[in-house]
């Protein structure tokens, strides 16, 4: 489904991500973690076709992402950033449905199947009270929910999300993490997800790539990423892993002082 073969790109200040390769499938929930400046974002943003690659490629479905069109990509693939502020004041039901701009008819105007799609995803994640509310208005956990619906309503078969948590509360990220998770099982979208926050995707995602510097420095599952080296060799500090008692999962152990 998604095949990124030896990219690397960058910008005007340098390079950032360098001889990047790795294959994703439906079905698949994988983590991209790492330290800051690793090149996770960047990775995303190539992936997504806004950031060319200086050389190698992306493709979807065996197609190169520069070969569709932007509406094409739209319906392959979802993308939620980091900021979800949004400039324009737009009502909750105006912009989950606007996650259906890809299949706008000839006149650009939405279907009743737009409509009974929105619906249905608003009623989903409990939206119809906010329905006319402005995005702005809204808390942070309650935004990520409207952008992740927008998402859902796209009805792509890849989703990708970019630190889209990391500013929540704890509560609203494992919330956040424990929707993706029941999407997943229900859908089998591939989901790639940034993040920051190594036990919450260790304990809810089934594969991990770990970078550093803008390379790959492993890929697997979260038994295989999350050990005492693997950490080290990334981030460059120690620290102690034990098994989270409820998933089963790695989970990292915070030094003392």
Known sequence: ML??????????TGEILHDISFSASKGEFIALLGPNGAGKSTLLKTIIGFLPPSSGS?????????????????SRMAFIPQDTFHQFEFTVE???LMGRYPYLNFLQRYSKDDINVVTEVMT????????????????????????????????TDILLLDETFSHLDINHQIEMMQLLHIIHKETGKLIILVSHNINL???????????????????????????????????????????????????????GI
Do not use: H
């Not at 409990?126 to 992740?148: A, C, H, K, M, T």
């Not at 550093?212 to 981030?235: F, H, Q």
């Open 3 to 12: 095949k990124i073969n030896g990219i690397s790109a960058g910008y005007q």
């Open 58 to 74: 992306v493709s979807v479905d065996g197609k190169n992402v520069n070969r569709w069109s932007r509406r094409e990509l739209a």
């Open 94 to 96: 105006e912009l989950v």
């Open 124 to 155: 989903k994640f409990q939206l119809n009270e906010l329905r006319d509310r402005y995005i702005n208005e809204l808390s942070g956990g309650e935004r990520q929910r409207v952008f992740l619906a927008r998402a859902i309503a796209q009805d």
């Open 201 to 255: 995707t260790a304990n809810f995602c089934d594969r991990i790539i770990l970078m550093k510097s803008g390379s790959i420095v492993a890929d697997g599952t979260p038994v295989d990423i999350i050990t005492e080296a693997r950490i080290k060799e990334a981030y460059d500090m120690d620290f102690l892993i034990n098994t989270n008692p409820l998933s089963n999962r790695p989970n990292l152990i915070y030094p």
